[in-house]
């Protein structure tokens, strides 16, 4: 009786924290949806453009427009920040994870962050195409830029590759430390890359606000689509993690789940 009792207990625990989990993720896409749209609404109308201006020219030395703030280290240090937003690094990235999910034979959640890599891209440059907003030209840019401004390509790809890759990861393991740490890093990546355009004068803050928000609503996305593979046996749980191997003396009885 009171290992029934005890049973039911856990079970109780568990589904409570799948719903929990999954309603927040249901929230990130609503809250995350309704963002980009009240920002695109305020940036169709010109309501942005006094703050949007306001905070590159604050970036900028005021008697030489062309020179940003900071010692002279941080530009090309921010350079190299911004790059993990673009594409060669993200495709370096997303190919390493693609093969360490094919070599570890969890072929579902390998296609599922190849989709997701590919689908943010593309939703990427659908949503520049369609809103067509010209680049910042109250400072001088610090680097080449292509394509229109809004939303920011390198905040949305960053939010939706690493905020993907990170939930999924962190999906592949019931060790909390690891979870925090894989979402943690990945809102760090994405926060990093999206400060970096506005300090090099190639966004506003309002692109970069609207590329946070898409990306993470689409990251949230892949996270609901991947717990509803697995829940339908789709999508495989990795038990074979060396690191988990040596926390299981630690909680032998958890198993990895969405």
Not at 181 to 192: E, G, N, P, Q, R
Request: with cysteine; charged share 15%.
């Amino acid at each position: 009786m009171f290992e029934l009792r005890k049973r039911s207990r856990q079970v109780f625990q568990r589904v409570v924290r799948t719903d929990v989990l999954v309603l927040i993720a249901i929230l990130t896409v609503v809250v995350g949806l309704w963002a980009f749209l009240v920002v695109a609404d305020q940036v169709a109308d010109g309501e942005t453009q006094k703050f949007d201006d306001g905070v590159i020219r604050s970036l900028r030395r005021v008697d030489d427009p062309a020179i940003p703030v900071g010692p002279r280290w941080l530009e090309e240090n921010v350079r190299d920040l911004t790059a993990l937003g673009g594409v060669p690094v993200l495709l370096i990235v997303t190919t390493a994870v693609v093969l360490y999910l094919g070599l570890s034979r969890t072929y579902h959640a390998m296609w599922l962050v190849l989709g997701s890599a590919v689908g943010g891209q593309l939703l990427s440059v659908w949503l520049k195409g369609m809103f067509a907003r010209p680049r910042p030209a109250v400072v001088p840019h610090l680097m080449r830029v292509d394509f229109s401004s809004f939303p920011s390509g390198h905040s949305m790809n960053a939010a939706a590759v690493y905020l993907t890759l990170g939930l999924l990861l962190a999906r592949l393991t019931t060790y909390r430390r690891l979870q925090v740490y894989f979402v943690s890093l990945a809102i760090l990546l994405s926060v990093l890359v999206g400060i970096s355009r506005v300090y090099l004068g190639v966004h506003y803050p309002s692109d970069v606000l609207a590329g946070w928000t898409a990306g993470s609503a689409w990251a949230a996305c892949c996270w609901l689509f991947a717990g509803y593979l697995q829940r339908q046996g789709k999508v495989e749980s990795h038990t074979n993690d060396p690191v988990d191997s040596l926390d299981s003396v630690e909680s032998p009885s958890q198993k990895p789940s969405f």
